[in-house]
């Protein structure tokens, strides 16, 4: 059984940190593109970040332009976790915080674009700035 957890959200003042965590069970990440995704009240969802290994041990990595410098996407394969720590959080960046495996696809400013690719995803983890 292929499971995804979203963990680590919550509620803080603009100017914030926060460090989302995603846990997989009965899956490996290694080796696969990982996703971050939001999803803001009446908006569509958003491609963040996302991480891929290549065949050696360097990661590729992406960052929406909306939070480039501001979050940085990182991997535990021994944890099989992936994290992303948000810093300087802005009032805008308030929304569902999703993670996803895309078992297909690297990482890179293409494929995170297209939530439609990603085949597995956690129920989400809420995050709120205040302004």
């Known amino acids: 059984e292929v499971q995804l957890v979203e963990s680590g959200g919550g509620l803080v003042q603009t100017g914030g940190s926060l460090r989302l965590s995603c846990t997989a069970s009965?899956?490996?990440?290694?080796?696969?593109?990982i996703g971050w995704f939001r999803q803001a009240p009446g908006k569509e969802r958003e491609g963040v970040s996302c991480i891929s290994r290549s065949d050696g041990l360097t990661y590729s990595t992406y960052y929406g332009d909306s939070v480039k410098g501001r979050l940085t996407i990182s991997s535990d394969n021994a944890k099989n976790a992936v994290y992303l720590q948000m810093d300087s959080l802005k009032p805008e960046d308030t929304g569902v915080y999703y993670c996803?495996?895309?078992?297909?696809?690297?990482?890179?400013?293409?494929?995170?674009?297209?939530?439609?690719?990603?085949?597995?995803w956690g129920p989400g983890t809420q995050v709120t700035v205040s302004s």
């Open positions: 996803a495996v895309d078992r297909w696809r690297p990482c890179n400013s293409a494929s995170a674009k297209y939530p439609e690719n990603y085949n597995f």
């Open positions: 009965g899956f490996t990440f290694d080796g696969y593109n």
